[in-house]
C-alpha cells in the first residue's frame, strides 16, 4: 500500500521588496549556478579580471560549470584562490576536492566536481584558450561590483 504524503497549503501571495526580491531570484538558481556565481564572486573580490562562467551541462560529462578568471601577478592568482576556497566553506562547508597547478605554474585549478574553477595568468590564459576550446557552452554573465 503507498502511502502518499500530505501537501502542506501554500502561503498566501506577499509583496516582495527589493532586498527580497534578489534572495528570491538567487534561489531561482540550482545550487551548481549558485556556487559557480559564488566563486566568481569570490574571485571578484580580489579584483580578478575577465571573469566568466561557462555552463557546460549539455556537453560535458565531468563538471557542470567552469569559471575562468584571469589575474596578473603570482600573489593574485594565490590570493584569488584563497579567497575562493574561504568564501566556498564559509557559505557550503564544501572543501574542494583537488586543487592543481601552483601561482608559478600561471595557472591554478580548484575543483568542486560540480564546478570547476581556472584561475589564469592573463598571458597562459590566452595560450590554453579554453574559451575558444568549449565555445559551444552557454555563457552566464558575471556582472563586476
Not at 502518499?4 to 551548481?32: F, H, M, N, Q
Not at 605554474?105 to 581556472?118: G, K, T
Amino acid at each position: 500500500m503507498a502511502t502518499r504524503k500530505a501537501s502542506s497549503p501554500k502561503p498566501p501571495a506577499t509583496k516582495v521588496s527589493g532586498a527580497s526580491r534578489a534572495s528570491k531570484k538567487i534561489a531561482l538558481i540550482d545550487p551548481e549556478e549558485a556556487l559557480a556565481r559564488l566563486c566568481a564572486e569570490a574571485a571578484l573580490d580580489k579584483k580578478a579580471e575577465d571573469v566568466l562562467i561557462l555552463d557546460m551541462r549539455g556537453i560535458s560529462s565531468f563538471t557542470d560549470f567552469f569559471v575562468i578568471v584571469s589575474g596578473t601577478s603570482e600573489p593574485q592568482l594565490k590570493a584569488i584562490a584563497g579567497s575562493i576556497r574561504e568564501r566556498v566553506r564559509e557559505a557550503t562547508g564544501q572543501r574542494p576536492i583537488a586543487e592543481d597547478g601552483f601561482p608559478v605554474s600561471q595557472w591554478v585549478i580548484v575543483d568542486y566536481a560540480s564546478v570547476i574553477v581556472h584561475i589564469f595568468h592573463t598571458e597562459k590564459r590566452h595560450v590554453y584558450g579554453l574559451e575558444d576550446l568549449w565555445n559551444d557552452a552557454k555563457r552566464i554573465e558575471v556582472s563586476s561590483q
